[in-house]
């Protein structure tokens, strides 16, 4: 009976290991997956913010030779 026990001990902390190593690895990929995540947000947050610069570099180019032309136009 004792010899049966000791043989359902080691394959029961067998067992735990092999389900803590799963679960550890399941937290790991949910992490991994969160900082992925979290890498294609800022990607695009920076494609966004690029695009507006642009925009409001070519609003400022197009006002100033408005100016240019009309300050000429005048004189």
Wanted: aromatic letters at 6%; glycine letters at 8%.
């Amino acid at each position: 009976m004792s010899v049966l026990l000791g043989i359902f001990a080691k394959l029961g902390g067998i067992f735990a290991l092999l389900l803590l190593v799963v679960a550890l690895l399941g937290k790991i990929l949910t992490a991994a997956g969160l900082l992925l995540a979290a890498v294609k947000l800022t990607i695009v947050a920076i494609f966004i913010a690029l695009i507006v610069l642009i925009g409001v570099a070519i609003f400022v180019d197009r006002s100033r030779r408005r100016r240019e032309a009309r300050d000429l136009s005048h004189t």
